[in-house]
């Protein structure tokens, strides 16, 4: 069964940098990772994602700030985050993409919450 954990949450203030990682576990590798991220009360909105082609690929308010990183496996995600801002702030969820017989599956972690104080 795949497992994502995600770990590296925390309180910082406001132009401060923070790292998140995510360990997946259950298969030897993936195709996709990514992460989401969902302030309290609004929509879970994707922040980045590793294509299976390696292409890196931001959300307009991650670009510049924010650096996602594989490993070749693509089995452990990190997400740098620089200039924290107080709107940064909400629980962060890593995702892991895989082909399982022609079947796409996708898998979430329980999240870590990131909160950036003014």
């Known amino acids: 069964q795949v497992r994502l954990v995600e770990s590296g949450g925390g309180l910082v203030r406001a132009g401060e940098s923070l790292t998140l990682s995510c360990a997946a576990s259950?298969?030897?590798?993936?195709?996709?990772m990514a992460w989401y991220r969902q302030p309290l009360g609004q929509q879970r909105d994707w922040v980045a994602r590793v294509s299976p082609r390696n292409n890196l690929n931001y959300n307009d308010f991650a670009k510049g700030r924010f650096t996602i990183s594989t490993n070749n496996a693509k089995n452990m995600v990190h997400l740098q985050m620089n200039s924290l801002k107080p709107e940064d702030t909400g629980v962060y969820y890593c995702?892991?993409?895989?082909?399982?017989?022609?079947?796409?599956?996708?898998?979430w972690g329980q999240g870590t919450q990131v909160t950036v104080s003014s």
């Open positions: 995702t892991a993409e895989w082909w399982d017989h022609d079947h796409p599956k996708s898998a």
């Open positions: 259950g298969r030897s590798s993936f195709d996709a």
